[in-house]
């Protein structure tokens, strides 16, 4: 069965932190890694990777792809209060169709 | 531009009683997808439309759930005989023309099931 596993569940720092988000995944075949932010409802596109060792960046943001070791990781530097969300990873598993596989996600929370 | 909308915002039901939740993808995107996501937990996929195609229902949890779409427009999710454990945000998506793209999320539709 496919699976995506974010780490750590939830994470708690101070505005001007830098945090790094991880997500690990196990699947048949693989398409592409998404990263998604959720403030309320509707997740936000942040990122989609393809390919190993490339780093994404937008910003502040950036995350990087493992397909060796089956992970990717999402960073955020110089933490706002407007960063405070549930960080979704996502995998394509090549599926046909797009059919994402989730992980739990991550709550992050920025205090001022 | 106008992006995905979803209606109702919420929905409170009684145990038993079916529910319609509305999704318009954005203009011209050709694939539109349904997922549900319980608390505190990720996205369940349920079910994909592409075009004309027969839609992909391989996550729908059971026969209670169905969902239409007409064309590349409006589609309907409809869960039939509803259970407390329906309760959940069901989140609707769309893409231009699906595999690859990008998929864009409306604000969901909370249901909760008394």
């Known amino acids: 069965e496919d699976k995506v596993v974010q780490s750590p569940l939830s994470l708690v720092v101070h505005e001007g932190d830098t945090v790094t988000l991880n997500c690990s995944y196990e699947?048949?075949?693989?398409?592409?890694l998404l990263w998604y932010k959720q403030e309320k409802k509707a997740p936000t596109f942040l990122f989609m990777l393809?390919?190993?060792?490339i780093e994404k960046k937008s910003g502040r943001l950036s995350s990087i792809l493992d397909k060796k070791e089956l992970f990717s990781i999402l960073n955020i530097t110089a933490t706002q209060t407007g960063d405070s969300a549930v960080y979704l990873c996502a995998v394509d598993p090549l599926q046909g169709a797009q059919k994402l596989v989730f992980g739990q996600g991550t709550r992050l929370t920025i205090n001022p | 531009g106008a992006g995905v909308s979803q209606s109702p915002s919420n929905k409170v039901t009684e145990k038993g009683k079916d529910v319609e939740l509305r999704c318009d993808p954005i203009s011209g995107h050709t694939a539109l997808y349904w997922y549900r996501q319980r608390l505190g937990q990720g996205l369940e996929f349920l079910i994909y439309f592409q075009g004309n195609s027969a839609p992909d229902k391989s996550g729908l949890p059971s026969d209670r759930f169905s969902a239409e779409r007409t064309g590349e427009s409006v589609s309907t999710l409809t869960i039939q005989r509803t259970q407390q454990e329906d309760s959940a945000v069901y989140l609707c998506?769309?893409?231009?023309?699906?595999?690859?793209?990008?998929?864009?999320f409306g604000p969901g539709t909370r249901l909760t099931v008394l």
């Open positions: 998506a769309s893409s231009p023309s699906g595999f690859t793209d990008t998929q864009y």
């Open positions: 699947v048949t075949n693989f398409r592409s």
């Open positions: 393809t390919s190993s060792g």
